[in-house]
């Protein structure tokens, strides 16, 4: 039988291309969104590549609709044989600009959604002695950065939480493993920033670093080279290597950075990265005017208004 995977938050970005990628390669995905309205993008979408994929209706905050999605599939394949985790929101903005209710926010998606979805599909892996749960998580999950104390502790939280579960579940037949992309140009940048509603007043203290951060990373965005797809490709070995590692880096830069911060004694790496970064963004050489203005046309050369494959909301 073919294997059947779950995947979250598949209406864009990380989870859209891995549900293309897998489907194309024989899984029978199905693919959720929060609201059965976004589905016609994602059907839009394998039209065009030419894959079928079964749409469900979950909402990774809503334990009934989480429970009617795992049901479903269930009652159609009798089990789960893997569940990718993408459903996830960004938050950008120092701490004091970060109301308690936008972090709360962020961890109920980001970390509880989670496990909340975990929690409804280990029972159908025990049982049949199988299946692979694989995270999303991100570099900020190795390494924090300015601007993102709110959802670096959220995916902080995600790594350890995978990490805790794969020896939990391994004696079980099943494998957990941790998909960390760096910075990828998706409208998790452009038309789904995330911003903190207090981080964009131009009045507040932290706003003059917020805006110069934001053009960092605009610059690190445009000459990036990695894509959604390559995530997708991390994706599909977790689920299909015979041996699933733990952590998947996805990303040059990325491995460089954790690299260096295995290797190098911690001073000397503060020296060569956090402080070198604070000291870019508080004592820049060339100010940034405001607040970013990315467009994913005018990265990817798509044309304006096109849909570009693998766009996601959220970091």
């Known amino acids: 039988m073919t294997d059947g995977v779950l995947i979250t938050g598949a209406r864009s970005g990380f989870g859209l291309a891995a549900a293309l990628d897998l489907a194309q390669r024989g899984f029978e995905v199905y693919a959720s969104v929060p609201d059965l309205a976004q589905r016609e993008a994602v059907e839009a979408a394998a039209a065009a590549r030419g894959v079928p994929l079964r749409l469900l209706c979950l909402d990774v905050t809503d334990r009934a609709s989480i429970e009617a999605a795992v049901s479903a599939m269930v009652a159609e394949r009798r089990t789960i044989d893997g569940v990718v985790h993408s459903a996830g929101l ?62 670096c502790a959220g995916k902080f939280a995600l790594e350890g939480f995978g990490e805790s579960l794969a020896l939990e579940v391994a004696p079980l037949g099943i494998a957990v493993s941790l998909i960390e992309p760096g910075l990828v140009m998706t409208p998790h940048f452009t038309l789904h920033r995330g911003r903190a509603r207090a981080a964009t007043d131009p009045a507040g203290f932290y706003y003059p670093w917020f805006v110069q951060h934001e053009q960092m990373v605009d610059e690190i965005l445009r000459a990036g080279r990695v894509t959604p797809q390559d995530v997708a490709r991390a994706v599909r070995r977790a689920l299909t290597d015979r041996r699933p590692r733990l952590r998947y880096m996805v990303g040059r830069r990325v491995k460089l950075a954790v690299l260096l911060r295995r290797y190098l004694p911690g001073e000397l790496f503060e020296r060569l990265y956090s402080r070198q970064l604070a000291r870019r963004i508080t004592r820049p050489a060339t100010p940034a005017r405001g607040l970013s203005e990315l467009s994913l046309d005018a990265v990817t050369g798509a044309a304006p208004g096109r849909a570009v494959e693998g766009a996601r909301r959220d970091g």
């Open 90 to 151: 960004g938050l950008r903005g120092f701490f004091e600009d970060l109301a308690e209710s936008e972090i709360r926010h962020v961890f109920d998606v980001n970390v509880f959604g989670v496990m909340a979805v975990t929690r409804a599909v280990l029972p159908h892996m025990r049982s049949a002695r199988r299946g692979r749960v694989v995270i999303i998580t991100s570099a900020g999950g190795r390494i924090a950065s300015m601007t993102l104390s709110g959802y």
